[in-house]
């Protein structure tokens, strides 16, 4: 018998399954082939410091080096790059920006994390002369979530794992006190991770997602000095590969579909245009959208009456941050390790409010 049955295969499944394999445990998969996936779009930028105010994202300290080490031991694994250490450059263009950001210098806080020499210079010759100054982050960096899902689900096929590329049809769940089974797989607990279509899953209906739609562009920029840069001026140029770039992103919580819209592509364009003074080429446009919780944490836990009905879930927008530290954290309560930590533990919610 499997240990675990997972559904959906993005970054959740793909980082939890990592764990659960080093621990011995056996799993299967099954996933629609990353159809809407936010994973299969996403840029992947950890940034530690964000916000107005320049402060550090929740718990950076310990969340950063776990996922820059884990992603390194699955690029191991893999024989491919998977996370790059970048800095992040934001730009500004008024003074209050830059004061306010003179004003964070002195916090003991940030310490380790601003790069020493912002070159306000070879910005401005990029980005224009309205760039009044800026800062540049350390310890950041881009974890490739695109490839990273499309490598591992070839290195589960060949680690022999059971695969099923289909719709999970909930219909077919059958679930005991022992164990679940799903048409040809038998296992003792099914996970979820299912990214924002966890909203349609009946076993966890009474938890709320807030779900936010992102687009983004594909651009060519031929000539583009800042390759090894990720710049941000509201959105973020972040460079793929040869003179490929990836513009965005959108974030939109009232949306009707999950296709590309004409009104966020040109929006992106117009805010490129205003930040870059380059040509560029569109490529590509592209939409997917987060698995966001109101209060930005992830959802991880057990289903209320079946123990052997786990979610992982509610990376957000940063998955590729968070995504890491908690894999291994719900691996770890999963093989009896530990409790379940409180303040990502779904038992948080007590009813669905709208
Ligand atoms: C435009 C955009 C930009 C982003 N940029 C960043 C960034 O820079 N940094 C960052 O950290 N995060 C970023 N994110 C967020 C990041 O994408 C997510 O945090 C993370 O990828 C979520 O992973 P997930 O596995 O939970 O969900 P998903 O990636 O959505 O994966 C869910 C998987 O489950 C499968 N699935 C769902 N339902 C079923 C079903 N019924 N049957 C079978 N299979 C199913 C899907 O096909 C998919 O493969 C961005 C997101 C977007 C949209």
Redesign the pocket.
């Known amino acids: 018998m499997l240990d675990y049955i997972i559904?959906?295969?993005?970054?959740?499944?793909s980082l939890l399954s990592h764990f659960l394999l080093k621990k011995g445990k056996k799993i299967a998969f099954?996933?629609?082939?990353?159809?809407?996936?936010?994973?299969?779009?996403?840029?992947?930028?950890?940034n530690p410091i964000t916000g107005r105010n320049f402060v550090k994202s929740w718990r950076t300290d310990e969340l950063q080096p776990f996922a820059f080490s884990t992603y390194d031991e699955i690029s191991a694994l893999l024989g491919v790059q998977i996370f790059y250490s970048i800095n992040v450059a934001v730009l500004f263009r008024d003074i209050e920006t830059s004061n306010n950001w003179l004003g964070r210098l002195s916090d003991p806080a940030l310490e380790g994390y601003i790069a020493k020499e912002f070159d306000l210079n070879a910005y401005q010759k990029t980005f224009g002369n309205s760039v009044v100054s800026g800062a540049e982050f350390e310890q950041s960096g881009r974890c490739d979530?695109p490839t990273f899902?499309l490598k591992w689900k070839d290195y589960l096929k060949e680690k022999g794992i059971d695969y099923l590329q289909?719709?999970?049809d909930y219909n077919q769940l059958q679930i005991s006190s022992n164990d679940v089974s799903y048409k040809t797989l038998n296992a003792k607990s099914v996970i979820f991770?299912?990214?924002?279509?966890a909203e349609k899953n009946p076993f966890f209906s009474q938890l709320h997602f807030s779900p936010a739609k992102?687009?983004?562009l594909l651009v060519k920029i031929q000539n583009y000095p800042f390759k090894n840069k990720m710049a941000k001026d509201g959105i973020f140029i972040v460079h793929l590969k040869d003179d490929i770039y990836w513009v965005?992103?959108s974030y939109n919580r009232d949306f009707e579909h999950s296709k590309p819209s004409k009104e966020a592509c040109n929006d992106l364009i117009n805010e490129l245009t205003a930040m870059l003074n380059m040509p560029f080429e569109l490529m590509d446009h592209l939409a997917?959208?987060?698995?966001t919780i109101r209060d930005r944490k992830p959802y991880l836990g057990v289903h209320p009456l079946y123990n052997n009905i786990f979610i992982f879930?509610g990376?957000?927008?940063?998955?590729?941050?968070l995504?890491p530290y908690f894999a291994s954290h719900f691996a770890n309560y999963l093989n009896g390790e530990c409790v379940l930590d409180k303040e990502v533990n779904i038992s948080r919610i007590k009813q669905k409010t709208n």
């Open positions: 559904i959906g295969q993005g970054l959740a499944g099954v996933d629609n082939n990353h159809k809407e996936a936010s994973s299969a779009i996403a840029a992947g930028i950890i979530i899902i289909e719709e999970f991770c299912e990214g924002h279509a992102g687009e983004i965005g992103s997917a959208i987060r698995p879930n990376l957000g927008a940063k998955g590729s941050s995504g």
